[in-house]
């Protein structure tokens, strides 16, 4: 069974960054953050290919978003700037274990989920 185990989420002032990272069990083809903020639905925000190569944003972070991966860690990376108080949610990693040339954004594309880090920015 493929694990993921998000680490890095906290408490910020509107403005400021975080980095969040996801350690894999083993390697996955494509990795993807998604977040929900209470009583809404999760939501896709970044997803990434094996190489690197290929990134994808939701228009809600892009510009302020960077996701990465080191492939010798299996980790992937999400680092925010610029934060916002409407960036408030648990923010989970997902994994997507079959190769795709297009990236996928929405959950039932995604095998595996972690069990989700809690951002919270303050205004």
């Known amino acids: 069974q493929v694990q993921l185990v998000e680490s890095g989420g906290g408490l910020v002032q509107a403005g400021g960054s975080l980095r969040l990272s996801c350690a894999a069990s083993?390697?996955?083809?494509?990795m993807g953050w998604f977040r929900q903020a209470p009583g809404k639905a999760r939501d896709f925000v970044a997803a990434?290919?094996?190489?690197?190569?290929?990134?994808y944003y939701a228009d809600s972070v892009k510009g302020r978003a960077t996701i990465s991966r080191d492939n010798a860690k299996n980790t992937v990376y999400l680092q925010m700037n610029n934060l916002k108080p409407e960036d408030t949610a648990v923010y989970y990693c997902?994994?997507?274990?079959?190769?795709?040339?297009?990236?996928?954004?929405?959950?039932?594309?995604?095998?595996?989920w972690g069990q989700g880090t809690q951002v919270t920015v303050s205004s």
């Open positions: 997902a994994a997507d274990q079959f190769i795709s040339a297009n990236l996928p954004t929405r959950e039932n594309e995604y095998d595996y």
């Open positions: 990434i290919n094996w190489s690197g190569g290929n990134k």
């Open positions: 083993e390697r996955m083809y494509i």
